[in-house]
């Protein structure tokens, strides 16, 4: 089965196993969830809406992992789950306009970008495109890995790996962190430019769960599939 070493946030409600990691939700709205009548989610519809968390730690991995239903992609950045300042080793997991699924990593804060100078010094890997407008309110169970031990980041839909891209030795990082952070939307940023400070998801998430550890290609099918039969 899948490895227990999970932390942080899970389940509709975005409960947890431990109070520690309780989030406080914010303007986000219960609706109906990939059963009607059976279970609700939480819908991102305002552009205040977040769910706030705290996780706290260093961690030699990171998989993310969320049923998401995108209604649409208003911005340039649909946040999904950021790390509030994008301090060193800090993750952003997030969906591009273009329908490509982002997972970004904070290399290091004290050094600026090599061709954004306003910008800290982070490296970004991205998915081929795995939404369009035609699929505005499908259900998607969308997975990222940050793997630093075999340098490689992966994206995966609905059980399915999409792509996989080597960590160049320049972006290496060896520890991750998370702190303070936020589902659906972004509490710092670190520009105020509306373009790219406002993030806000349009859309419903459920069993958003973050594991501290690299799951498989094996692993992330079968936390699909148990999860689509109900038995997650």
Do not use: C
């Not at 977040?50 to 706290?56: D, E, F, K, L, S």
């Not at 329908?99 to 306003?118: A, C, I, Q, T, Y």
């Not at 998370?178 to 509490?187: D, R, S, T």
């Amino acid at each position: 089965g899948v490895r227990s070493s999970e932390f942080g946030v899970r389940s509709s409600e975005f409960g947890v196993r431990s109070s520690e990691f309780d989030g406080a939700v914010v303007l986000a709205e219960t609706a109906a969830g990939r059963w009607p009548g059976i279970k609700q989610v939480l819908e991102f519809r305002r552009p205040g809406s977040r769910v706030r968390v705290h996780i706290p730690g260093e961690f030699q991995a990171l998989t993310f992992a969320a049923w998401v239903r995108v209604d649409s992609l208003d911005r340039r950045y649909n946040a999904l789950f950021m790390g509030d300042g994008y301090e060193t080793g800090e993750p952003h997991w997030q969906i591009r306009d273009d329908g490509k699924l982002m997972l970004s990593v904070m290399v290091d804060d004290s050094l600026p970008h090599p061709r954004h100078p306003d910008l800290r010094f982070h490296r970004i890997y991205y998915s081929p495109p795995l939404w369009d407008l035609s699929m505005s309110g499908q259900w998607l169970h969308l997975v990222s890995v940050f793997d630093p031990s075999s340098r490689t980041v992966s994206h995966y839909v609905n059980g399915v790996r999409l792509s996989r891209e080597a960590i160049p030795s320049e972006f290496q990082v060896d520890t991750l962190r998370i702190g303070n952070a936020e589902i659906g939307n972004w509490g710092q940023p670190v520009r105020k430019d509306p373009s790219f400070a406002i993030r806000n998801l349009n859309g419903r998430v459920d069993e958003l769960a973050i594991l501290n550890a690299a799951l498989t290609d094996a692993e992330i099918r079968e936390l699909h599939d148990r999860s689509q039969a109900g038995r997650d």
